[in-house]
């Protein structure tokens, strides 16, 4: 059992396969749900996201305005929660009701008064709001290794989640670093897996480029030979009186 740094057990890594790699997580997440339709165990399936970025998308230009705003509404919303609170140690209706309102009335003004001042102290060196996220270049997904053919036939037999198929399943066991694509070329690669026909097609043009190469090297070893026998005709001649 290994451990993970915070201390907790952590069970040993299955042996999983790649099945199919997109460039969006959508596209993975649509595909482990056709695997569950089909009725596949998906408990044994896993999308692992690689090339992983930091990307802040910026919102809008932030002023002392709106900062004081935003904290405004926060402080008011924080505000209200707290008088909810309190006001559940009150008995007259009309002290409820009191308590919450000056709660969100004192929650807005130090919520607008935060946000001012913490904004006014960063010397305009951050004058923009923005959302951060962090998100992968390639989202693989990976199958236990006994059920990769079970997975790819559900997979193929159903519709194809999407059309941005980055990398395709490769030949060899477990998942492959794929080569980078060409400059200029944008265009997404290939999608789907190769068939059954297909390897075989492929096994029997290998089987014929290997007996090519044997036929043109048993024909150059022929020539050879008749080189080596012209050769010694020629000198058994001139050795004659």
Request: glycine share 10%; hydrophobic share 40%.
């Amino acid at each position: 059992m290994q451990y993970s740094p915070a201390g907790g057990p952590v069970s040993p890594a299955a042996d999983r396969r790649l099945l199919v790699s997109y460039d969006n997580y959508t596209a993975a997440q649509r595909a482990v749900d056709t695997l569950s339709d089909a009725g596949f165990p998906v408990e044994n399936t896993a999308i692992v996201g690689s090339d992983l970025r930091l990307e802040e998308t910026v919102t809008g230009r932030l002023t002392n305005g709106k900062a004081a705003l935003s904290g405004l509404i926060t402080g008011a919303v924080f505000g209200l929660i707290v008088g909810l609170f309190l006001g559940l140690f009150t008995s007259a209706t009309t002290s409820f009701f009191g308590l919450v309102l000056w709660s969100i009335l004192w929650g807005a003004i130090a919520g607008a008064a935060f946000g001012f001042t913490s904004h006014a102290f960063t010397g305009g060196t951050r004058d923009f709001s923005s959302r951060s996220s962090i998100v992968a270049g390639r989202y693989d997904v990976l199958v236990a290794s006994p059920m990769l053919d079970q997975a790819q036939a559900l997979l193929q037999g159903g519709v194809q989640p999407a059309d941005t198929v980055v990398v395709q399943r490769p030949p060899s066991a477990g998942p492959v670093t794929t080569a980078p694509a060409a400059a200029g070329d944008t265009a997404p690669q290939a999608t789907g897996y190769p068939l059954t026909e297909d390897r075989a097609e492929a096994r029997a043009g290998e089987a014929r480029a290997e007996e090519a190469r044997a036929e043109e090297a048993r024909a150059d070893e022929v020539r050879a030979e008749e080189a080596r026998d012209d050769d010694r005709a020629g000198l058994s001649r001139g050795r004659r009186p």
